[in-house]
């Protein structure tokens, strides 16, 4: 096998009972990732939702030209796959076979169990005598292990054809990470030419119609999941995803969605079902017995990283003082209680929070009606001020409040919210009327679209342009807790974990329809153990 890493994770322990563990990415060698894939696993390999004895492991086979995605032909088969504890396959570790065939898509999906803690594995799969691409991947460290540092690439918002996957590329490249948080919009639902794309189709999406069948939605992901950058990624490390609205329908909500016309695309719940269906096949998560996908993955005692789901139980949108009506939910009362909860119970000194949607306030053009008095209440000013996007947290004010308002009861410390959606970068403090201007109960990094739409290309002006650098220091100015923000750059973040800091690295690619194109770094912030408050970074993190 050509598979090899510059450097296996490292498991360094200071003492018999007790010491410190530093988990150390690594690089799949030059030309053998998976974007050689082809012929009976031309998806590609995939790992996801690590524990500290098992990872989720994901291929998809094409057993005959005929068995294609979407397609409901072809025959049942029996996948084998194995994991090893070096990249020659020479140290088997675990290994079984999985069943696979036309009412799953011919998707595979192993948990595979019984493996050490804190530890980096190969792994593959094999069908009528051939072997898949090999995957690298590595398990949690032990719930009480004590660790150094974990680092992240932290991703968002791929519209196909608004351009190429070079972030993934960039991040499959690193070498050190040890997990990738993908926080929404991994594909999108929209026909060819739908997306805004600066007013041009880069690469022409399948199927080129908007998905509305569970046929749709396995083409567009097996589409995806043919790009090079996109696989190579998902060879060399694991990730932990989480859906936002595109993987059904723009601006989804429990019983509806913008992009869903029910007189003309059907029973929006046919939809969701079959959106829903695809998405497990396709995607290396697990999923609850019925169906959820917020969940909690930890990593020993410094991170603990809390996946959430806005889509499946918010409440229909609104605007005007309706963002403030307690009854009305973003995250549904049992995810709620789980969120509190788990952050209050804690014991690792970072508790991450993947939120698809911004949590941060974002007042435009007036002040929050807390500042205002009764001033406010007479001219309808909802409680946190008048927002821009109601399809965030700021639509939902009651459930934003009522988190953080916990946080503050219980002294739950050092929270950090990652979060996509919408195709900026920003660092924000996280306030509300009870914590003040000044007192944030949290923080928050948010990360460009890889690909999608962001202001520049909707105003058809160049990157860094004026009306750009304009709207940014206006809503710097309109909103103090919002420390630093771009809002033309495409890429990704790397955030680095350790016990004295939560650091977040933006970098931005020189240009998102070139497969081959520069990235450079932008911004960094970091926000100290003991505190909320943001500080700038004058440099890249090596």
């Not at 090899?4 to 150390?24: E, N």
């Not at 799969?125 to 398990?139: E, H, K, L, N, V």
């Not at 991040?171 to 919009?185: M, T």
């Not at 119609?209 to 396995?218: C, G, Q, S, V």
Request: charged share 20%; with cysteine; proline share 5%.
């Amino acid at each position: 096998m050509t598979n090899c890493l510059d450097r296996r994770t490292l498991l360094r322990v200071a003492g018999a009972s007790a010491g410190t563990a530093v988990l150390a990415g690594a690089t799949l060698a030059t030309g053998s990732s998976a974007h050689a894939a082809s012929g009976l696993f031309r998806h590609g390999v995939a790992s996801g939702d690590p524990l500290a004895d098992r990872v989720l492991l994901w291929t998809r086979l094409t057993p005959t030209e005929q068995a294609q995605p979407g397609s409901g032909v072809g025959p049942e088969a029996l996948v084998s796959w194995q994991v090893s504890a070096d990249p020659d396959f020479a140290a088997v570790v675990a290994q079984g076979t999985f069943v696979t065939g036309p009412a799953r898509d011919h998707t595979v999906r192993v948990d595979a169990r019984g493996l050490s803690p804190a530890t980096t594995y190969w792994y593959r799969f094999g069908y009528d005598g051939a072997w898949s691409p090999i995957g690298r991947t590595m398990t949690a460290p032990a719930v009480n292990a004590e660790i150094d540092r974990l680092r992240l690439g932290v991703v968002s918002c791929a519209n196909w054809e608004g351009g190429y996957f070079a972030a993934y590329r960039y991040l499959a490249e690193r070498g050190d990470l040890n997990l990738v948080v993908h926080l929404g919009d991994y594909l999108y639902e929209y026909g060819t030419g739908q997306l805004g794309t600066a007013g041009k189709v880069i690469r022409p999406v399948s199927p080129p119609h908007e998905t509305l069948t569970l046929a749709d939605y396995r083409i567009r992901h097996a589409t995806y999941k043919t790009d090079p950058d996109l696989q190579a990624l998902h060879a060399a490390v694991p990730w932990a995803i989480t859906w936002d609205d595109h993987e059904c329908a723009n601006n989804q909500w429990s019983g509806g969605a913008e992009n869903h016309t029910p007189g003309t695309e059907g029973d929006f719940a046919v939809r969701l079902a079959a959106a829903r269906q695809a998405y497990q096949e396709w995607m290396p998560v697990r999923l609850g017995a019925d169906g959820a996908i917020y969940r909690r993955l930890r990593f020993g005692r410094l991170v603990d990283l809390s996946m959430l789901d806005l889509r499946t139980y918010r409440s229909k949108p609104t605007r005007g003082t309706g963002v403030d009506d307690p009854n009305r939910t973003i995250t549904g009362d049992d995810q709620m209680a789980w969120l509190k909860s788990g952050l209050a119970a804690s014991a690792a000194r970072w508790k991450l929070v993947g939120s698809s949607v911004m949590i941060s306030r974002l007042d435009v053009g007036a002040l929050p009606a807390w500042l205002l008095g009764p001033l406010g209440e007479l001219m309808g000013v909802p409680d946190n001020g008048l927002v821009l996007n109601t399809d965030q947290w700021d639509g939902y004010n009651a459930d934003r409040n009522e988190l953080v308002d916990h946080l503050r009861a219980t002294g739950t410390h050092d929270v950090v919210f990652l979060t996509g959606d919408i195709h900026t970068s920003w660092a924000n403090e996280v306030t509300t009327k009870a914590t003040g201007p000044w007192s944030p109960a949290a923080a928050e990094f948010v990360v460009p679209s890889v690909t999608t739409d962001n202001v520049d290309d909707f105003l058809r002006l160049p990157a860094d342009n004026v009306v750009s650098k304009l709207g940014a220091g206006l809503l710097r100015a309109t909103n103090p807790h919002v420390r630093w923000t771009e809002l033309d750059g495409h890429g990704y973040g790397v955030l680095d974990v350790t016990k004295q800091q939560c650091r977040m690295d933006w970098y931005h690619l020189a240009d998102r329809t070139k497969r081959v194109t520069s990235s450079r770094w932008v911004a960094g912030w970091s926000v100290a153990a003991g505190s909320a408050k943001l500080h700038k970074e004058s440099s890249p993190l090596v």
